[in-house]
């Protein structure tokens, strides 16, 4: 998948949150956000969603764009801010649940899914029961289930110790091998910098341009 943001700035009332934003990603590259909470990251990674419109400039899917010709990405998957799953339902079934009205997934992968990011499948904890970790855990497994083109991921490694931080690194891996297209936000600018084809980074909504904006990847 092709995505390109072109020249998107976005108004709230008389607040410019995102002024004159210009990227370009395709399958198999990672294009890496960096900046402050309040940067613009979360309300960019939004409107390439298509959950927000951008008041001008345009977000274009494939070529498609997003809200005109397209409501929202046909293949995407998404963790954006804390993951929100049914607090009385375990992981395995919060999954489930999820794959069954797209019928990606059968029960078999969805164990796999979990052991992949970390958790048991045979847990019978609620959601509501799980640390902050695990829920992160759940909330990656359910934005690479099914293998969407599109992969957006807000702070992943957010709550993560350090198995969890490879973990997220060796799934950005294997899902950027397989050809998805991936948005990274991350304030660990180690975790950038060795996931990134390009780095934008980001300062009060605007692309800052004193940063570096590419990432050299040595042998």
């Not at 998107?8 to 960096?34: H, R, W, Y």
């Not at 999820?98 to 078999?108: D, Q, Y």
């Not at 855990?137 to 991921?153: E, F, N, T, W």
């Not at 931080?165 to 050809?179: C, F, L, P, S, T």
């Amino acid at each position: 998948m092709r995505l390109i943001v072109d020249h998107l700035t976005k108004m709230i009332g008389s607040n410019e949150v995102l002024t004159d934003i210009s990227f370009n990603v395709g399958p198999g590259e990672v294009q890496g956000l960096a900046g402050v909470n309040g940067s613009g990251k979360t309300m960019l990674m939004r409107a390439v969603l298509g959950l927000i419109a951008p008041t001008a400039g345009s977000v274009l899917i494939d070529g498609k764009k997003l809200g005109s010709e397209l409501p929202f990405p046909p293949s995407a998957g998404f963790l954006i801010e804390a993951p929100a799953f049914l607090n009385g339902r375990t992981g395995f079934d919060n999954l489930a649940l999820l794959a069954r009205p797209r019928g990606c997934l059968n029960e078999k992968a969805i164990a796999q899914l979990l052991n992949d990011v970390g958790l048991d499948p045979a847990d019978r904890r609620t959601f509501k029961k799980y640390s902050l970790g695990m829920k992160q855990r759940l909330g990656i497994a359910a934005a690479i289930m099914g293998s969407p083109d599109l992969i957006v991921l807000d702070e992943p490694t957010n709550a993560l110790d350090t198995s969890g931080i490879d973990m997220v690194q060796q799934m950005v891996e294997r899902e950027k091998a397989r050809g998805a297209t991936i948005l990274l936000a991350s304030h660990d600018a180690a975790v950038l910098a060795r996931l990134s084809d390009s780095v934008l980074h980001l300062a009060e909504g605007h692309v800052d341009e004193g940063m570096m904006n590419g990432v050299s990847h040595e042998s």
